[in-house]
């Protein structure tokens, strides 16, 4: 087949333009994406090499290389992994197929470094080549083809790139960035060297490089025929705690996450006995764009015996921890698992049960740090994360009292919007007389502060926990009671607060007689638009209001409900 040339997608041409703007300031990371995608490839074939294993040919020892040439001034990356075919190279290379793209552009604001911190969740991939290179020639073979069916792929990174067959005997890729002008510090072993093993140390595979040695009589460094593998080479989950450093865990967790930024807590051990695995899992400092979007990618990879088998291996952790990233490495499922076995398997549900423990345990850790610097990590997880945790409560009932204690509410003893009294600092603070944990429900904090339902809470100094986040009213509709004693709400039915006093409720019954004729003649006028009307000595402001049964939807829950057309 000829040459052909093909346009890029729109969304490709957008991401170029803005990429190599907002990120040349880190380019780097070019080489951390493009040994990323060569390691995907190698996963890739192993995983399918399981049922084939004919796909290895002659040469089963993966590896990734990496070269520069100084005359031609490029740098090249190869890998004998899984291979594209033409169609393949077209389509991954000229389009981007992950869900969430749109959303993804819709986020862009044209401030550069937001942006840039955006496109880091997202992934930088492929196209961060063309930050350091004017044009990109990629050579593949995809495993199992025939060598005339090699591919070519060529592109500048403007509009558009183009393809060819060609013929190639070896299986894999090869990747060539010309570098731009300027950019003729990455031809340097040392240089190269050095961001391999700042952001790629972890790649389960070796990297080699040519080695170098000193040549006293040129007076300098002279390539030798032999190679030098330049990173550990071993994944680092499978690595022992005390030999892994917490540099290497965040760069193995920016690997992984696609971030820029630190993990806020992560968690690193081997599970023995019934289900044999390694976990190793962490908290992010932020929520990515796309938490709310039900298609998004989760975070857990599922490998065996060291054998990547999937990412978002949904299974593994329940929707709650959907924020969650990291890795789980079983010794026990079989090679060939699939995504319906994952869903019948009694060793996945062991898993699944290990990580929730184990996911929970950590946040317990984060949430009862003495130090400022614990404390604050926590007050971001909860803004961050704190909404996703709440659906917790209807989801895992048998881990509803651990996720309880996580909670954090805004009061009316702190009076400020932020979420930072747990239910045992409310529960420390109770009234003697007091059984119930009070609580208010509202769209926002201002009107949950200012609702007539707190007036006679104010009065007798009881705490209320003011709720407004979307989460809550479901959240609430299965979670009861804490630490023996039930939740209500201010708003509904009668509130027994007459405990607190006796003679008050004396001075009320006898005020009682007095206005029933009067309460009667108003239930008469309302009988229309309220089921009942009653005296009430809860206001001290307000002549009066409305309040929903025992039993009945709240009024907030009756709001949202209608805002969502039912
Ligand atoms: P991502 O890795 O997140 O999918 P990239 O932009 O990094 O996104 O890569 C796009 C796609 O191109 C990959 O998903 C893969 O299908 C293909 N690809 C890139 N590099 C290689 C490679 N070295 N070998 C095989 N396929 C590759
Ligand atoms: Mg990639």
């Not at 399981?50 to 040469?59: A, H, N, P, V, Y």
């Not at 020639?137 to 558009?160: F, I, Q």
């Not at 005997?169 to 002008?181: D, S, V, Y």
């Not at 005296?535 to 009945?552: A, M, Q």
């Amino acid at each position: 087949m000829a040459q052909q040339t093909m346009s890029f997608q729109a969304e490709v041409k957008q991401l170029l333009q803005l990429m190599i703007h907002s990120l040349y300031s880190n380019k780097e990371i070019f080489l951390r994406e493009l040994i990323s995608n060569a390691s995907d490839a190698a996963d890739k074939l192993r995983f399918e090499a399981i049922e084939k294993s004919e796909l290895f040919e002659s040469d089963p020892d993966l590896r990734i290389r990496v070269s520069f040439d100084k005359d031609a001034r490029t740098v090249t990356i190869d890998d004998n992994g899984i291979g594209m075919s033409r169609d393949e190279a077209i389509s991954h290379l000229g389009t981007i197929a992950r869900s969430g793209t749109k959303e993804f552009f819709g986020k862009l604001s044209g401030d550069q470094q937001k942006d840039a911190a955006l496109i880091g969740q997202f992934g930088v991939g492929f196209y961060s080549g063309f930050i350091v290179a004017d044009r990109i020639t990629v050579e593949s073979r995809r495993a199992g083809l025939p060598a005339a069916e090699g591919v070519r792929w060529v592109s500048a990174g403007e509009g558009d790139f183009s393809v060819e067959q060609i013929e190639r005997a070896q299986r894999g890729t090869t990747i060539t960035l010309h570098l731009r002008e300027g950019e003729d510090e990455l031809l340097s072993a040392y240089r190269i060297k050095s961001i391999i093993r700042k952001y790629s140390d972890h790649v389960a595979l070796p990297i080699l490089m040519k080695h170098e040695e000193w040549d006293a009589e040129k007076g300098e460094m002279v390539e030798k025929d032999e190679d030098e593998t330049v990173n550990q080479a071993s994944a680092l989950w499978t690595r022992s705690k005390s030999e892994i450093d917490d540099e290497q865990y965040k760069q193995f967790y920016q690997h992984l996450a696609h971030d820029h930024q630190d993990p806020l807590a992560w968690t690193h051990n081997r599970v023995e006995g019934r289900s044999e695995y390694t976990q190793l899992l962490y908290v992010p400092s932020h929520a990515p764009f796309d938490m709310w979007n039900r298609d998004r990618q989760g975070g857990l990879k599922l490998y065996v015996k060291r054998v990547f088998i999937m990412d978002d291996a949904e299974q593994l952790l329940p929707q709650y921890l959907r924020f969650i990233k990291g890795v789980v490495d079983s010794s026990d499922l079989p090679l060939n698992v699939s995504r319906e076995i994952l869903q019948e398997s009694r060793d996945v549900k062991a898993i699944r049960e290990g990580v929730t423990k184990r996911v929970l345990s950590m946040l317990e850790d984060l949430a009862n740090a003495e130090t400022d610097e614990g404390k604050a990590k926590y007050a971001t997880f909860w803004n961050e994360f704190g909404q996703v945790l709440k659906e917790g409560l209807g989801e895992d009932f048998g881990n509803r009292e651990r996720i309880a204690k996580l909670l954090r509410f805004a009061t009316t003893h702190t009076d400020s919007p932020e979420q930072n009294v747990s239910l045992a600092d409310y529960v420390a603070r109770m009234k003697p007389e007091q059984t119930k944990i009070y609580y208010v429900s509202a769209d926002t904090w201002q009107a949950a502060k200012n609702s007539p339902h707190l007036e006679v809470f104010r009065k007798k100094g009881i705490e209320v926990l003011l709720l407004t986040d979307r989460v809550d009213e479901w959240a609430l509709s299965y979670f009861t009671e804490f630490d023996g004693k039930p939740l209500a709400s201010v708003a509904r039915g009668d509130l027994d607060l007459n405990a607190f006093n006796d003679e008050e409720k004396k001075a009320h019954e006898e005020i009682g007689e007095t206005l029933k004729p009067l309460v009667e003649k108003m239930k008469e006028a309302l009988k229309d638009k309220a089921k009942d009307v009653r005296l009430t000595f809860r206001l001290t402001d307000s002549p009066s209001c409305l309040v929903s049964d025992e039993g009945d939807m709240s009024g907030n829950l009756q709001r949202m409900l209608k805002a969502a057309g039912q």
